[in-house]
């Protein structure tokens, strides 16, 4: 039976979620729709763990890590025993691949690499605690950081081999924006071949309506390039020849910029100068490539398609990659509160959705292609609050906590009606009302 919300906090009610969906030393970042561990959900979720239990905080990124590959990619999905979701590990079949972790069963591609910042939230959560769990949060990000690093570097290397400062994406599944028309154009040049093995999808038993999912024609599209990937045992060179989507990822690169950073203060303050050095170039070099993709008649980010080498020209969230990691001359900022983005007059909270209201296309209930993600809010609220922006990083938490009063954590949200959509009860949602509510 749900309890009344006015009954129980809303704090308590995100506890409860993520005490819900915890496996034991993995969170499912919902409980039936995704069954298992996610990366850049994880992150999120540590986040949000972190201002329940620093110790459980720390297990949660550790769990992610122990299925980090020897080439330091952390893979986007981590399985758990439960089933129910498809592309599970048989059809990913990553045993395969030379630099899979042997003891874990991972997918075989990437996330945004949002994880930094839950390191230094931990930390600090573990200094304020004091004591033991101080202790326990620095020796954490001493034992660590190594690993942290090695995956900024796969970043930086496996997936900008030209040193271009923008990292490139061999799935829209990789942006964590899985269908967002971003990704339209290039994956229209995605041709399934005849020998794409069949399949069912588990995804639509478990929405209410499935014109908010991802298209059949378009699943067949991601599941061939899982194909094309697996061929290949994932290996990243071979990948590179072979993969039928290659996109330059501008809000990724803007991630990883911001990352690094965070990364880089945690090795300046424990020891690790050099990499700290290192992690400060990197964090400069991507800050660089998201500002090259800057189109000169919307003002906004735009992703490359390396394939037919053309820009890719859309209204979405993504396109504010330069006002997230910090290198907006104040054009962006208006913008986003103006009224194509959080200022439209029609929105039910001030609330950047997906894609600009402004834009036909834009569609209020389906996924990536109009609605409101809270974690995507909580993010540029981050952002905000770490360049001094004081105020909007308050006005974005007051309007997310309003979106999500009624206790539903939705995965994501109405833009005009504020109804939730999706999956209830998801993690990372409940994870950063914790962090908005601290
Ligand atoms: C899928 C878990 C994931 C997120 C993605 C989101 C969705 C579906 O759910 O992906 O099948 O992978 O698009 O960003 O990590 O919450």
Do not use: K
């Given at each position: 039976m749900r309890v009344p919300v006015s009954d129980v906090g809303l704090g308590d009610r995100a506890a409860d979620v993520l005490r819900g969906n915890d496996l034991g030393s993995m969170t499912a970042a919902a409980p039936r729709l995704y069954p298992h561990m996610w990366s850049w959900d994880s992150g999120l979720i540590a986040v949000g763990l972190a201002r329940l239990s620093v110790p459980r905080a720390i297990t949660e990124l550790r769990t992610l890590l122990r299925a980090q590959w020897s080439t330091g990619m952390i893979p986007h999905i981590v399985f758990s025993?439960?089933?129910?979701?498809?592309?599970?590990p048989e059809r990913w079949?990553?045993?395969?691949?030379?630099?899979?972790?042997?003891?874990v069963r991972t997918s075989g591609i990437c996330q945004p690499p949002v994880h930094a910042l839950a390191v230094r939230r931990i930390l600090d959560a573990g200094r304020a605690a004091g004591g033991e769990t101080r202790d326990q949060a620095e020796a954490s990000v001493r034992d660590t950081f190594g690993s942290w690093l090695a995956w900024h570097r796969w970043l930086a290397t496996a997936r900008d081999p030209d040193r271009r400062g923008l990292v490139e994406i061999h799935h829209g599944w990789e942006s964590g924006m899985d269908n967002s028309p971003r990704w339209d154009r290039p994956y229209a040049a995605v041709v399934p071949g005849d020998d794409l093995p069949g399949f069912v999808r588990t995804?639509?038993?478990?929405?209410?309506?499935?014109?908010e999912r991802p298209t059949d024609a378009e699943y067949g599209r991601y599941l061939w390039i899982v194909e094309q990937l697996r061929r290949v045992r994932y290996d990243d060179a071979a990948a590179r020849d072979v993969v039928g989507f290659r996109v330059a990822d501008v809000f990724m690169s803007a991630i990883l910029a911001v990352a690094s950073d965070e990364l880089a203060g945690l090795g300046d303050e424990f020891g690790f100068a050099d990499d700290a050095a290192e992690l400060r170039e990197l964090a400069a070099r991507f800050r660089a490539g998201v500002l090259s993709t800057v189109s000169p008649v919307t003002g906004l980010a735009r992703d490359l398609d390396r394939r037919s080498g053309r820009w890719i020209e859309t209204e979405t969230i993504a396109g504010f990659a330069p006002l997230f990691c910090g290198v907006d001359d104040g054009s962006q900022r208006a913008l986003f509160w103006g009224e194509r983005w959080c200022g439209h007059p029609a929105l039910a909270h001030p609330l950047p959705p997906s894609v600009s209201p402004a834009d036909p296309g834009m569609r209020p209930r389906t996924y990536w292609r109009g609605p409101v993600w809270p974690i995507v809010s909580w993010l540029f609220g981050w952002a905000f609050e770490r360049q001094g922006d004081d105020d909007g990083a308050r006005r974005l938490r007051a309007a997310s906590l309003r979106q999500l009063a009624?206790?539903?954590?939705?995965?994501?949200?109405?833009?005009?009606?504020?109804e939730p959509l999706g999956s209830l009860q998801q993690s990372w949602t409940a994870a950063v009302t914790l962090d908005w509510l601290a």
């Amino acid at each position: 039976m749900r309890v009344p919300v006015s009954d129980v906090g809303l704090g308590d009610r995100a506890a409860d979620v993520l005490r819900g969906n915890d496996l034991g030393s993995m969170t499912a970042a919902a409980p039936r729709l995704y069954p298992h561990m996610w990366s850049w959900d994880s992150g999120l979720i540590a986040v949000g763990l972190a201002r329940l239990s620093v110790p459980r905080a720390i297990t949660e990124l550790r769990t992610l890590l122990r299925a980090q590959w020897s080439t330091g990619m952390i893979p986007h999905i981590v399985f758990s025993e439960g089933d129910g979701y498809f592309p599970g590990p048989e059809r990913w079949g990553t045993e395969t691949a030379a630099a899979a972790p042997a003891a874990v069963r991972t997918s075989g591609i990437c996330q945004p690499p949002v994880h930094a910042l839950a390191v230094r939230r931990i930390l600090d959560a573990g200094r304020a605690a004091g004591g033991e769990t101080r202790d326990q949060a620095e020796a954490s990000v001493r034992d660590t950081f190594g690993s942290w690093l090695a995956w900024h570097r796969w970043l930086a290397t496996a997936r900008d081999p030209d040193r271009r400062g923008l990292v490139e994406i061999h799935h829209g599944w990789e942006s964590g924006m899985d269908n967002s028309p971003r990704w339209d154009r290039p994956y229209a040049a995605v041709v399934p071949g005849d020998d794409l093995p069949g399949f069912v999808r588990t995804d639509v038993h478990h929405v209410g309506d499935v014109r908010e999912r991802p298209t059949d024609a378009e699943y067949g599209r991601y599941l061939w390039i899982v194909e094309q990937l697996r061929r290949v045992r994932y290996d990243d060179a071979a990948a590179r020849d072979v993969v039928g989507f290659r996109v330059a990822d501008v809000f990724m690169s803007a991630i990883l910029a911001v990352a690094s950073d965070e990364l880089a203060g945690l090795g300046d303050e424990f020891g690790f100068a050099d990499d700290a050095a290192e992690l400060r170039e990197l964090a400069a070099r991507f800050r660089a490539g998201v500002l090259s993709t800057v189109s000169p008649v919307t003002g906004l980010a735009r992703d490359l398609d390396r394939r037919s080498g053309r820009w890719i020209e859309t209204e979405t969230i993504a396109g504010f990659a330069p006002l997230f990691c910090g290198v907006d001359d104040g054009s962006q900022r208006a913008l986003f509160w103006g009224e194509r983005w959080c200022g439209h007059p029609a929105l039910a909270h001030p609330l950047p959705p997906s894609v600009s209201p402004a834009d036909p296309g834009m569609r209020p209930r389906t996924y990536w292609r109009g609605p409101v993600w809270p974690i995507v809010s909580w993010l540029f609220g981050w952002a905000f609050e770490r360049q001094g922006d004081d105020d909007g990083a308050r006005r974005l938490r007051a309007a997310s906590l309003r979106q999500l009063a009624a206790g539903d954590f939705g995965e994501y949200y109405e833009p005009f009606t504020g109804e939730p959509l999706g999956s209830l009860q998801q993690s990372w949602t409940a994870a950063v009302t914790l962090d908005w509510l601290a």
